[in-house]
């Protein structure tokens, strides 16, 4: 160990040895170190200033930390509710064919939960209601789910708007606006209006492709169209129609068609040729989904599993080989396999034998994928972890800045506080003269230093808790007035800024400022005791 | 009264026995290369409930002599006994309490502390002697015991008082009430009258000499006023860094 790292340690080392001295002083020492400690804390202003400071650095470092690490543990955990445990996956949009012996053989490792295909494609969408003129069109990216194996695997059902709750709120508002119009008229008989039962019916098979609205409803909205009440369901991501955080869903957005063209690629597809490959077909909006995550409720729109790997020609078909003759089967394929686990089972852990099952299979069928386009089996996290290693390097960088600070908040301590023992000198010299000890005169510093420390690291709490749990409000607000905006969800992913504090965040810093105000009353303290009283009294 | 206080104090001596002894006592000053001896050969001996008053000039070295024989300072050479016990031998936190416990003092500028107001100054050597938790148990009898003392300095109506708004008289007699709140054995008096008017300063020595005379209060004064130093049992005069007796 260098000298320097001995004195810091030391210097660490000695913080809270100073700490455990003040408070046993102040507690079983003599009673004028508390009486002398917090009057001087009342009556000198000058000590303010450090309870300020060591307030603000507090209520800085908590904020920061609280944003950052919020940010973090949202990234992970939306992460997590995204993608599930564990994913393969190929970084191509051509997928992977035999996914079912895959995930047959994946099903039966023991600690797996559940296992479920998707797909994801590009396309554009053209959203608007049938009658209006102006609708979105904007590209997307486009999900294929099994809406009913999804839940078991990662969070998806649970970012859906119309949760069982809300559909049979929108069931009953139906029915009693109906029976209200008809009681008028023939008050006995029980109204149920087919939109009550058909939200009635989506909130029974929830979660479900189910339209909200009866097919009437849709036959009206385009009556040149046939085939209008046919039309599939699509969900679409918040941010793709317009809507943020909690706003109101009106009930024409269910009447919204979705005019959906898809980039169609074959398993041996080798160019772009988007006039021979696109696929077009219209879709009702029947549902949007919020995960938080600003990429995926900006750009995702969501179809049911097997509609897209129909419309891609993902779908096992069948064709004869142009040189044998001989009839051929295509496989099906996907993009990506999700996996959960049992609780307590650890995704690292189960890895290995899933690439086991998957090698397993591309060699049983003579499959390989080259790189860049390899089949991988990742851990969620693995699959995030560029994104999580640079966050939280930067959060180191951001431990070290906040060192920096406590040091800064140490020699402001200590210069007000050597200007306090300075000023009080003749003081020193009296309580000598009457009978304190040197250790008793210590005390009363450092019990100072102790009280700022407590106080401003409480005040700083209490300021960064409302700072942080307001944060939006505020950042709305300094938007509105004064037209700053720090926090871009484009940037930054999350449409919201994190607001929770962690518990083991609150009681490091605040431990941190209690310690750095000890340590900058330490030598001033030190100073004090080592006073001759006499030399004090004199003290002009 | 507290363990160490009981450990270093002994039973009263009788009145009249030597309570406080100097001997061969000797105090230099260094300003940078150059040595003041302010005292040079100072041997004293002050008996229970004895009066004494020391005179000299200013800078005799009077305040360095009651600094020694109150613990507050140490000396280049002698010896101090305290009830037959050399306090140089004592470590500093049992002259501490010694201070707190045996002695009191009576400064020429007051010296109270300007954060606490009169009732706390008068309770600051209790408050140094009982911990937070021992304060609490007897704070009503000591409160009460710091009340009669400023009763008896006709100080009662100010207890809320801080030391700032108060003349310099009465901010004399809250010191003598604060020096007596432990009860000490030995009273020591630093000019107590030099920053007064006439009248004032009368009525402080009155004060003291009540002290002494109704409860035996051994008191050690010094002043460089002869006709307060008159007031006392014995006189004793330091010049030349050397104490002798005088006539009254």
Redesign the interface.
Known sequence: MSPIEIILWSIVAIAPIATVFALIS???????????MF??LV?RRIAWVSLIAVMLCTAMVLIVISVMGGWLRMFRQTNHALIGDLIVYRGSLDGFSHYEDMMADIAKIPGIKAVTPTIHAVGLAEIGLARTPNPIRTPVEVVGLDIKRIGQVNGFVDSLHLQPDVLHAKSKEFAEAAQKDHDAVSPDENLETAEAKSFQAKADSFPSWQKPLPDEVYRDELPKAKNAARFGGIVVGSGVIGLRGNDPREDFIYKATVKLTLLKISGDFASADLQDKTSTNYYWLIDDSRTGVYQADQNFVYLPFDVLQNELNMGASTYTDANTGHQETEPARCTEILISVNPGIDPHAIKPQISDAVSAVLQKFGLYYPDPGALRVETWDEKQRDFLSAVEHEKSLLVILFAIISVVAIFLVFCIFFMIVMEKT??I????????????IAGIFLGYGLTIGIFGGGMGLLMAYLVVHNINQLHAWMGEHFGIQIWNAKTYLFDTIPNTMDAYDVIVIVSVAILSSVLGALVPAIRAARM???EA?RWE | MSATADKISSPPPAKGSAILTASGLRKVFRMGDSEIQVLSKVDLTVASGEFIAIEGRSGSGKSTLLHLLGALDESNGGVITYDGRDIAKLSSSRRATLRNTQFGFVFQFYHLLPELNVLENTLLSAMIENSLLGFRAKKAELRNRAKDLLTQMGMDHRLRHRPQHLSGGERQRVAIARALMNNPRVLFADEPTGNLDFETGRQIMAVLERLHQQSGQTIVMVTHDRSLACKADRILVLEGGILRAAEK
């Not at chain 1, 102040?26 to 170190?33: A, F, K, S």
């Not at chain 1, 010299?429 to 008793?440: D, E, F, L, M, Q």
């Open positions: 102040i507690l079983t020492g003599p009673r004028l170190i508390s009486k002398l009057r001087y009556k003749r003081d010299g009296i309580v000598k003269s009457v009978g304190a000890t040197s250790y008793s001759n009283p006499v009294l």
